[in-house]
């Protein structure tokens, strides 16, 4: 079983910048992609960003130029710099592997969630 553990999240004022983090416990061979999702009190989760096995990214209109994705495959670990941020980007940020393989087979695979908060 690979789980992944997200962290970096916290209180931040309007403006300012998070860096996330999520590392995979278990060596992956190979994988689809690796992404972050979010979900706000209310609302349904929300994909973020996603870089695939290629170094492909895709992010969500409300975060492009703002948020960037880059991953460390040696360390089985994906990061999300956030910078600009909004109050509209207050939510529970989760970390996904998708078709994640490793010694114990091939998975989609969700965190527990980091909580990020952006308020004055």
């Known amino acids: 079983q690979v789980q992944l553990v997200e962290s970096g999240g916290g209180l931040v004022q309007p403006g300012g910048s998070l860096r996330l983090s999520c590392a995979a416990s278990e060596r992956i061979f190979s994988i689809n992609a690796m992404g972050w999702y979010r979900q706000a009190p209310g609302k349904e989760r929300e994909l973020v960003a996603t870089?695939?096995?290629?170094?492909?990214?895709n992010y969500a209109d409300s975060v492009k130029g703002r948020f960037t994705i880059s991953r460390d495959n040696a360390k089985n670990t994906v990061y999300l710099q956030m910078n600009i941020l909004k109050p509209e980007d207050t939510a529970v940020y989760y970390c996904?592997?998708?078709?994640?393989?490793?010694?114990?087979?091939?998975?989609?695979?969700w965190g527990l969630g980091t909580q990020v908060t952006v308020s004055s």
């Open positions: 870089i695939t096995s290629g170094g492909e990214t």
């Open positions: 996904n592997a998708d078709r994640a393989c490793s010694r114990y087979g091939c998975g989609n695979y």
